[in-house]
């Protein structure tokens, strides 16, 4: 499985049949999916999914026809000068790429994070910053 972020402008959402639109563009594909994370912003609908490897391009090329964006999994870069180690972002992490150490203090494993960001939103100092 792959992660993608897709961000869909708001231009683009006029209404709910707009959403289903792009959904169903998604689905017509077959394919088991994960949505891990569903926000809006002032650039539009940011969905995190968590695809199949082999579903990626055949996806990406028909969201990009529709003027959505791509991006592929997130990378995030942890403070520990800023961390209150109160384990709200271990606490979301599906990996546990984030982990207390003995000592009670926060571990990062770059090598096992997917990039699915949902310890960036939960942070409360900044210590997990998306790069």
């Known amino acids: 499985m792959t ?9 683009l959402i006029q209404q709910i049949e707009d959403y289903s ?8 594909h077959d394919v088991s ?4 994370k569903f926000s809006t912003s002032s650039g539009g609908i940011n969905i995190l999914l968590d695809l199949p490897e082999e579903k990626i391009k055949e996806i990406t090329e028909s969201l990009k026809s ?6 592929r999994k997130g990378r995030i870069s942890y403070d520990q000068e800023k961390c209150l180690f109160c384990g ?3 606490s979301l992490c599906p990996t546990e790429a984030l982990r207390y150490k003995d000592d009670d203090s926060i571990e990062f ?3 096992d994070c997917i990039g699915c960001l ?3 939103d939960a942070c409360p100092t900044n210590a997990i910053m998306e790069d």
Do not use: F, H, M, Y
């Open 66 to 71: 529709n003027d959505v964006q791509i991006n």
């Open 3 to 11: 992660i993608i972020n897709i961000t869909i402008p708001l231009g």
């Open 88 to 90: 709200a972002c271990i």
């Open 33 to 36: 999916l994960n949505i891990l």
């Open 109 to 111: 494993s770059e090598g």
């Open 118 to 120: 949902l310890c960036v």
């Open 21 to 28: 639109r792009i959904v169903n563009d998604i689905l017509k």
